[in-house]
């Protein structure tokens, strides 16, 4: 008992093996389950769900069940480098969360129940299949720092414009639109592509970006 065994579904994990990968880390309660190779998350693990941070990172996870919610006391939720296409709505009830990792996945749309992680500081979705986000970001004030890059926006999304606190947003490698005169439109896929506040530069860097931008505006061929 307590070992893990191999399926035609992946491995599967125990309560005991589970129990095992329990660790303590500056105080933190921490359930790593990354690198186990099982596609469908143990059921079991709801018995531990009294954790403060859920690492199920690299595994072959292609959905996230509906037990998620009762881990509502975790600040950090990993659950990068999986095959998941689709979160469900019960992510929205872990409102203490402070961190999700979300990439490298197959993501194209994001439930809006995300929005109500009010308490959210880090969020990343880069290397996905995005093209919008959801409307009820709007409601992530404590958002800092949000990375996109790597997915399929052309447009800065428009949610994001009212989060006070939110100073980093990495864009890059995603097929922006950029204006031209007369109206026009060109796509553009850059390498590098960060959001900042201009309230968040000093004088002598927000004139360097401006001048920067002015020139690259001009560089841009008919």
């Known amino acids: 008992m307590g070992k893990k ?16 990968c329990v660790e303590l880390k500056e105080g933190k309660r921490c359930l790593d389950l990354s690198f186990k190779e099982f596609t469908v998350v143990p059921k079991c693990i709801q018995k531990l769900s009294a954790m403060d941070e859920l690492n199920l990172s690299r595994n072959r996870i292609r959905i996230v069940p509906d037990f998620i919610a009762s881990f509502i006391s975790i600040c950090a939720l990993d659950l ?7 979160l469900p709505g019960a992510i929205g009830c872990l409102q203490n969360l402070l961190l999700l990792n979300l990439c490298n996945n197959r993501l194209t749309s994001l439930p809006s129940e995300l929005g109500l992680l009010k308490n959210l500081h880090t969020l990343y979705l880069s290397i996905n299949q995005l093209e919008r986000l959801p409307s009820s970001f709007s409601a992530l004030k404590e958002l800092c720092h949000i990375s996109l890059s790597d997915n399929r926006f052309t447009r800065f999304p428009g949610c994001l414009s009212s989060l006070d606190k939110l100073h980093k947003v990495n864009m890059a490698r995603n097929p922006i639109f950029t204006k031209k005169a007369a109206g026009q439109e060109s796509l553009m896929m850059t390498d590098r592509f960060y959001l900042v506040k201009d309230k968040a530069l000093c004088d002598v860097c927000l004139n360097k970006c401006q001048t920067g931008r002015k020139e690259l505006e001009e560089s841009e061929p008919e």
């Open 5 to 20: 065994t191999k399926s035609a579904k992946g491995t599967t994990i125990t309560l005991k093996a589970a129990q095992n």
């Open 80 to 86: 990068h480098s999986n095959y998941l296409e689709q």
